[in-house]
């Protein structure tokens, strides 16, 4: 079978790309476990240097995938998987309206197409976030079962792919699941646009001996998973029977919530174990980033989750020491 991945060349669908090398097999539309003979990583651009840990399998596109005929040309086969990944992230969404529709929305609607067009029913992974909710009545803790009211653009695009998940599988046209993200955390490289960057930033720095400013309090709060719980948590996503999740395919992650006091804790009391000298962490709010930050949910219940086995981090101290351990 063939996997395809949008926004393959990020941290996430490497990840989850290298993953699968070392799996081999996954579930095919037939229902039963396919050799994966096929990776295909699109992304709007692809790094120079071809990224370790990938093997003869995987092929690299750049392009964009708000163009219909592009995508239609990237699912090409009826033994198929997707994992959809492909997205602007918050901060850049808030800041250029046009892009993050093209992107996310008509991106979007061209992979649920070109997956319609094909022969059976291919499953289909959508990277969902914990930005679907907002408000001024959202809860502190949010669950599958709250009501969706963003108040970000990045947000609302998200909740009209986990609605059209949700239809496009009962049509029968895929089979449909969205993995509604926390904040995924430790991410190396470069901060991004996210408003939630910080959250890898406080550590990355850091441990890498660079100074880091803080956009946000301390006592900001966030639903937390660790990357290597996340790729986990997509391939058991998508491995799960479509009966076992019902009508609604959209599940909130297993995580965990920690203030930014308690990252700083974190990153101090690990790299203490591990005789690394941090670089100065200080704290100077973006009125901007802590607007989106504070508008999000504090708790993401995942009791869901939990019942279908979805993983989750032993501690946040651990997944500190897993960056350092993969990448320090």
């Not at 992107?103 to 992979?111: E, S, T």
Request: hydrophobic content about 40%; some cysteine.
């Amino acid at each position: 079978m063939k996997i395809v991945i949008t926004g393959g060349a990020g941290f996430l669908g490497l990840n989850i790309a290298r993953k699968l090398i070392n799996r081999n097999t996954l579930i095919g539309p037939s229902g039963n476990l396919e050799d994966i003979d096929s990776i295909l990583l699109f992304d709007v651009a692809i790094p120079a240097e071809r990224p370790t840990g990938l093997d003869s399998r995987v092929e690299m596109i750049a392009g964009d995938i708000s163009d219909r005929e592009t995508v239609m040309n990237l699912i090409d086969r009826d033994d198929i998987s997707i994992f959809h990944l492909a997205s602007v992230v918050s901060g850049q969404g808030e800041q250029d309206f046009d892009l993050a529709m093209s992107v996310n929305l008509d991106g979007g609607r061209n992979i649920l197409e070109a997956a319609r067009a094909r022969s059976g029913t291919p499953r289909v992974v959508f990277a969902s976030s914990v930005a679907v909710f907002g408000g001024s009545e959202m809860p502190a803790k949010v669950s599958d079962f709250t009501k969706q009211t963003s108040q970000t653009t990045y947000g609302i695009t998200k909740t009209i792919g986990e609605l059209l998940i949700n239809d496009y599988t009962r049509k029968g046209y895929i089979d449909g699941r969205s993995a509604r993200l926390p904040t995924i955390f430790i991410r190396p490289g470069k901060p991004n646009a996210a408003a939630s960057s910080f959250c890898s930033g406080v550590f990355r720095e850091p441990l890498n001996g660079v100074p880091c400013e803080l956009p946000v309090q301390k006592d900001v709060v966030m639903p937390m998973l660790g990357y290597r719980r996340c790729v986990d948590s997509f391939i058991a996503l998508h491995e799960i029977e479509g009966r076992q999740l019902g009508e609604d395919r959209a599940v909130g992650l297993r995580n965990r919530s920690y203030s930014v006091a308690d990252m700083i804790d974190a990153v101090e009391r690990v790299a203490a174990k591990n005789d690394i000298m941090l670089g100065d962490i200080s704290v100077k709010p973006n009125p901007a980033i802590e607007a989106i930050v504070r508008g999000w949910a504090t708790h993401l219940e995942s009791s869901r989750a939990e019942k279908i086995g979805l993983p989750i981090d032993d501690s946040l101290d651990q997944v500190v020491q897993d960056f350092i351990d993969d990448f320090l």
